[in-house]
């Protein structure tokens, strides 16, 4: 069964829905790993998890060697950003194969900020991206996309709510097509 490694730092939406959808069917959850050791993810999670604080390392490259040293311990297959809001040096990008989910129709609206600003621009669509990370931020090859039409009453509410619909059924779908191809 192939190995996969999840990297996240906030409340694992996300992971957890990875680990429900694929964990024991499709792959191995070897690992999940934050680099918030609040991380509301933490909770309830019936795999491995390691705590790797990036604000215990004095500079991106030294946490990024520790984080590639760790990953690198559980030989996965592909690991994957679900919500890692961590900006990445060539340390981590020359040396581990990682896909990224984003909440936008990449390339517009890179960046931490960018349910806000596909929200308030002009695109008449919207939706979620996986892509091969890169040393450009967002950057990388597009992998799979998932999209919506934007409503004119659409709140912020509902909008975040269409993004995270989205993002549940693209991100596991994208991993089990990668995988299959591994």
């Known amino acids: 069964m192939k190995k996969i490694v999840v990297l996240f730092s906030g409340e694992g939406k996300n992971l957890h ?3 429900d ?3 024991k069917n499709v792959c191995e959850v070897s690992c999940a790993i934050t680099n918030k050791a609040d991380a509301l993810g933490l909770k309830g999670l019936q795999i491995k998890s390691e705590i790797l604080e990036h604000t ?3 500079s991106r490259e030294e946490y990024d060697h520790e984080l590639v040293k760790l990953i690198k311990s559980y030989k996965p297959d592909l690991v994957v950003l679900a919500g890692f809001m961590r900006i990445l040096t060539p340390v ?3 040396n581990i194969r990682s896909i990224n989910l984003h909440p936008s129709l ?4 890179k960046g931490a900020n960018a349910i806000e600003e596909s929200f308030y621009s002009s695109d008449k669509e919207a939706g979620v991206s996986v ?3 890169s040393e ?4 990388g090859e597009i992998i799979s996309q998932s999209r919506f039409l934007k409503s004119e009453d659409e709140t912020m509410e509902s909008f ?10 693209l991100l596991p779908r994208t991993i089990s097509e990668i995988l299959y191809k591994i």
């Open 17 to 19: 829905n990875i680990i």
């Open 21 to 23: 959808k694929l964990h």
């Open 56 to 58: 215990k390392f004095s």
């Open 92 to 94: 981590f990008t020359q």
């Open 106 to 109: 990449l390339p517009k609206h």
């Open 131 to 133: 892509h091969w990370v």
């Open 136 to 139: 450009e931020l967002d950057g």
């Open 160 to 169: 975040k709510t269409k993004i995270k619909e989205l993002e549940y059924e």
